[in-house]
């Protein structure tokens, strides 16, 4: 085999040299003549490729006319679904999710062709234009194709008989062994994008796609009621200290076995300490995992208090997923045509009367009454102050200043499709806690595909400032240290609930989401009313 052929072909495939199934991954190449992605043939087997084996010689030349991996040769072009022009220079590339919603197009790719795989579905897109090549995504697209390959028409059998039993038990076996996905990677980058279709794709029974917040929520959740049902004794003898975190566990492997997680990231202490019994107990369990994250594995949980707790968690993410990275340095969201007349700056003319017209407007076309309305939580109720229909009407106070969180902004999500936003302030590390609630609550209504009109008293990217601390808050800062018994000497002094480092890491993933919250592809991604 030629020396650049090996090359390009063990720099995809090194990572699976030891697999003992000969399976087909898709090895996608360029074509500059017309920068078009092509899945051509699938190679014979990965054995034969590692190790020097017979190729045909069309094969052969096609490899080596066409430098894979990161030696893939790509010309600037531009594409546009929609004609859209954008003011971006030449060079630059469009977004790649026009006004038409990618998860529609998606659907309407595997109607014709079920069987498809994620490098065969992103080929189709980009050959109907709906979405431009990136060659970075491509590199990591042959990641969830061979996943894709392990894991097809996997479908779990009742267990009616002995041969079903068997079948179960045999596959269980094998899912223990089989290494999942933790993508990592820059902001806006097409991560997100990238596992969807993988999900979309990939034909097995149990699957659950989901944000990594819901799904803590629903685990802290499960935990407190297994909690609240045990007895704390029994004919007065003490019952045996129980561990709710491994049955939760459990019953989480016994609902599905392939989880899919949207940012995956931890900044709550709470979260930390149990991720580790958590997945453990679920990994065991056969559960495969394949994530989506700003932050390597390394990088989770950076600076949290009581980090020392946690290191394990990452060893056991890196034992059963692999962690490619996808940096191509280009933010998508940025990219996208504006929506007009949906974000507005307080200074810039009369905000709030532009936003009550906003209101009146789209509540005139519900036909439904304007009114207050209580949203029930567990043990607890939100009240929404204005309400009609499925559009609510907030100030930023009322959402991000008081003590609220994930749930509460995940049953406004699912309550609510259009959402008004009055008078958010310019953030800094003073209001780091207000900051935090912001990018929760961002990341739960881009989740839900909720739109977002709002004001706010500068533009989107200066909504978060660096800056130095204020005496008053290095003093409150050093009374909570003390509240905990820290030393200045002690290692949690540099810990993110001090320094706003996470604030400040996130915020850049919500700078990108807000601005793709206000572009035309996203506000029409949603078919309900406006």
């Not at 078009?36 to 096609?62: E, F, M, N, Y």
């Not at 789209?362 to 499925?390: D, F, H, M, N, Y």
């Not at 008081?402 to 003073?430: F, Q, S």
Request: charged fraction near 25%; charge should be positive; glycine fraction near 4%.
């Amino acid at each position: 085999m030629a020396a650049p052929l090996r090359r390009s072909v063990t720099a995809v495939l090194t990572k699976f040299r030891g697999t003992k199934r000969l399976f087909n991954p898709v090895i996608l190449i360029l074509d500059n003549s017309k920068y078009r992605a092509k899945c051509v043939a699938r190679i014979h087997t990965t054995r034969q490729l590692l190790d020097g084996g017979p190729i045909s010689s069309t094969t052969k030349s096609r490899f080596e006319e066409n430098a894979i991996g990161n030696h893939v040769r790509s010309t600037t072009t531009v594409v546009s679904a929609v004609s859209v022009e954008h003011d971006l220079g030449p060079d630059a590339p469009t977004a790649p999710t026009p006004a038409l919603d990618l998860t529609d197009a998606i659907d309407s790719v595997l109607k014709k062709e079920s069987s498809l795989t994620p490098s065969e579905v992103y080929a189709h897109l980009v050959e109907l234009q709906i979405l431009q090549e990136d060659e970075y995504q491509m590199q990591q697209l042959v990641h969830f194709d061979v996943l894709w390959e392990k894991l097809k028409n996997r479908i779990d059998k009742p267990p009616t008989s002995i041969f079903n039993k068997i079948y179960t038990w045999n596959w269980t076996a094998k899912r223990k062994k089989m290494k999942g996905l933790y993508l990592h990677g820059s902001v806006g980058c097409g991560k997100t994008l990238l596992m969807d279709m993988f999900f979309k794709t990939v034909n097995v029974d149990k699957k659950v796609r989901t944000h990594f917040h819901s799904f803590m929520l629903d685990v802290h959740s499960r935990i407190h009621m297994l909690k609240k049902s045990m007895p704390s004794s029994v004919r007065g003898r003490k019952m045996q200290p129980f561990d709710p975190i491994s049955a939760v566990a459990r019953d989480i492997s016994s609902e599905t076995w392939l989880m899919c997680f949207d940012e995956f990231q931890v900044t709550d202490v709470a979260d930390a300490m149990i991720l580790k019994g958590l997945f453990t107990e679920m990994f065991r369990n056969g559960v495969v995992v394949v994530a989506t994250s700003n932050r390597k594995p390394d990088d989770l949980y950076k600076n949290g208090l009581q980090r020392s707790n946690f290191l394990p968690f990452i060893e056991v993410l890196k034992k059963y997923c692999h962690a490619p990275s996808l940096n191509s340095g280009i933010d998508y969201r940025l990219q996208g045509r504006p929506h007009e007349n949906i974000y507005f700056i307080t200074g810039h003319g009369d905000a709030d009367s532009e936003l009550d017209e906003i209101f009146d407007k789209i509540a005139g076309q519900t036909g439904e009454v304007i009114r207050p309305c209580e949203l029930q939580l567990k043990g607890r109720s939100l009240l929404v102050p204005t309400s009609c229909g499925s559009l609510a009407d907030f100030t930023f106070n009322y959402l991000c200043n008081r003590p609220l969180g994930a749930a509460d902004y995940l049953a406004i999500a699912n309550k609510y499709d259009t959402v008004i936003m009055r008078n958010i302030p310019k953030m800094n590390l003073a209001n780091k806690t207000e900051a935090r609630r912001f990018i929760i609550m961002i990341d739960t209504f881009y989740d839900k595909k909720v739109r977002l009109i709002c004001s706010a008293e500068t533009d989107i990217k200066n909504l978060f400032e660096v800056s130095q601390l204020s005496q008053k808050h290095q003093d409150d800062n050093r009374k909570l240290m003390d509240d905990l018994n820290l030393s200045d000497k002690s290692d949690a002094v540099t810990a993110s609930i001090f320094t706003g480092e996470d604030e400040i890491f996130a915020f850049q993933r919500t700078v990108s989401r807000l601005t793709e919250m206000q572009s035309e592809g996203y506000w029409h991604s949603r078919q309900k009313i406006i």
